[in-house]
């Protein structure tokens, strides 16, 4: 078993494992799910670390691995995985956070089986759709993720409103796999027919060579990118994003907001935007227009709300658009920056969640005003949680600084974009800070509120141990930013044409 081939198929196999478990064996359910998570991000890790040396196989990608059987040949579909720069920070972010998502599930004690089994087979659907080098796959693994996500809010949800937010996902989220799913049988039927193939290496190299004609990329382009961008809670189609996480169980929110959510990203970055780069370019006003709505709308929303999962789920529809704005610039330090949020944000919103998570588990409610002097009564979650929300507002020392800054440079080097650049600085500095220390000073400092005397912190290594891993990586990577940003940049410069390429080359030393 390849490093990868491991990666993608451990989840699978544990899924299956998980099915042999006995029903009433709830330790044994749970102890089964942490140790097959904690191998997965063990392979992550490993890809991770060993990427730069790995020889460059096809296109540029690496670890290039290959499932016997699965497949169509006479279809030209083959199940094939492989990394480069713009998913290998994307696999060890949703692994990592698949394990902490597991560690952090100790409110779930009903159906517990089941519900590991469904986190498994949603891992197990992140990762292949991240990793997959074949189209067919990289829409199936998503699919394949999405579906634990309605059960598990359905089942596991919490609110009277959890039904409500599970149908209102799967409506958004199926019409934008829907629109997603047009577009890419569309730019399929584009290819002669001796030369058609789902192989997404081969199609990429094709379009470079034979652009797509600029009438196919004026309707397919918009296709995808609503399709996309409806997956992603592009404004304004994000209705469904702050109900489905506040409604949802923690770990689930926490894969789902910080993981899967990327994926509508990744596929406009992988697929959209360089093989309809004309289309791309007619629609950047309209795209970063959208993104600043993402920024102001959702942070403007979070300021007033007073449920913190919603006002979470609203401050990760505007975060959002910091990436949005870094693939509207579509030059290379605007891309760079814009794979740099993605990784952050996934880091930051597992750790929001697993937060509201346990909150949630003392009292039953998520209401601002029912909790106040958590940071007396419960230091080491208001400690975490300060650390959260300070990431949140883009606080230098974090490594959401530094992919948000570098956007912001990407996008000011578009002069027609620059009114944008003005818009998000204000979003982030003054609407930002003011909804995230909002949220700080109503929780956290004060007088202990009735509910709050009766909070229980997290207490012990084995129950604090996925906040603090969490938040030591946003640490780490906003100290050491080349780390991750050496991995990105060769892979955006294959994306980007050669003149944009040349106007800036990110260094963070």
């Not at 099915?19 to 009433?24: A, F, I, K, N």
């Not at 790995?54 to 990394?83: Q, S």
């Not at 394990?99 to 089941?114: L, N, T």
């Not at 204000?426 to 009735?450: D, I, N, T």
Request: proline content about 5%; aromatic content about 12%; charged content about 10%.
């Amino acid at each position: 078993m390849t490093m990868l081939g491991g990666l993608v198929g451990l989840p699978l196999l544990g899924a299956v494992a998980m099915l042999l478990v006995p029903r009433d064996a709830a330790r044994a359910s749970r102890r089964l799910a942490l140790a097959v998570l904690g191998l997965t991000a063990l392979f992550a890790g490993m890809v991770f670390v060993h990427y730069p040396q790995a020889a460059i196989e096809d296109h540029g990608y690496r670890m290039v691995t290959r499932v016997p059987g699965l497949g169509a040949p006479a279809l030209g579909i083959e199940c094939r995985f492989g990394v480069d720069g713009l998913n290998v920070g994307l696999l060890l972010m949703g692994a990592l956070v698949a394990w902490a998502a597991a560690a952090c599930a100790r409110d779930v004690h009903e159906r517990s089986k089941e519900f590991y089994f469904l986190l498994l087979l949603m891992t197990g659907g992140i990762l292949g759709a991240f990793a997959s080098l074949d189209l067919f796959f990289f829409y199936f693994f998503h699919e394949l993720a999405l579906v634990p996500t309605f059960i598990m809010i359905g089942v596991w949800g919490r609110g009277e409103d959890r039904s409500t937010a599970a149908y209102q996902m799967t409506l958004y989220l199926s019409a934008g796999a829907l629109l997603v799913l047009i577009g890419l049988v569309g730019v399929y039927l584009q290819v002669p027919a001796q030369l058609r193939t789902f192989d997404i290496p081969t199609l990429t190299q094709y379009f470079r060579e034979n652009p797509l004609p600029a009438d196919a990329q004026a309707w397919l382009y918009p296709l995808l990118l609503f399709g996309f961008g409806i997956l992603v809670s592009l404004w304004p189609f994000h209705a469904w994003a702050p109900t489905g996480y506040a409604s949802a169980p923690a770990a689930t929110a926490m894969l789902h907001a910080g993981v899967l959510k990327k994926f509508g990203l990744y596929g406009l970055m992988r697929v959209a935007q360089p093989w309809m780069p004309q289309g791309a370019q007619d629609w950047m006003p309209m795209l970063a227009g959208l993104a600043l709505g993402n920024l102001l709308y959702g942070g403007w929303v979070a300021m007033r709300e007073q449920n913190l999962g919603r006002l979470l789920g609203y401050a990760s529809v505007a975060h959002m658009g910091f990436v949005f704005l870094g693939l509207a610039a579509w030059n290379a330090i605007g891309v760079t920056g814009a794979v740099v949020v993605m990784v952050a944000h996934g880091f930051l919103a597992a750790v929001s969640f697993a937060l509201v998570g346990h909150l949630y588990g003392q009292a039953g409610t998520l209401s601002m005003d029912r909790w106040s002097g958590l940071g007396r009564v419960m230091p080491f979650w208001g400690a975490i949680f300060t650390m959260a929300a300070l990431a949140g507002c883009g606080l230098p020392g974090f490594v959401n600084f530094v992919g948000e800054v570098t956007v912001l440079f990407g996008l000011w080097q578009v002069p027609e974009l620059r009114w944008v650049t003005v818009g998000a600085l204000f979003g982030a500095l003054v609407v930002g800070a003011v909804y995230m220390l909002r949220a700080v000073r109503q929780v956290v400092h004060g007088a202990p509120s009735q509910t709050a005397t009766r909070g229980v912190d997290l207490l012990g290594w084995q129950q604090r141990w996925p906040y603090a891993l969490l938040v030591a990586i946003l640490l780490f990577l906003g100290w050491f930013p080349q780390v991750l940003v050496s991995r990105v940049e060769p892979a955006v410069a294959g994306l980007i044409p050669r003149e944009l390429t040349a106007v800036v080359t990110l260094r963070v030393e």
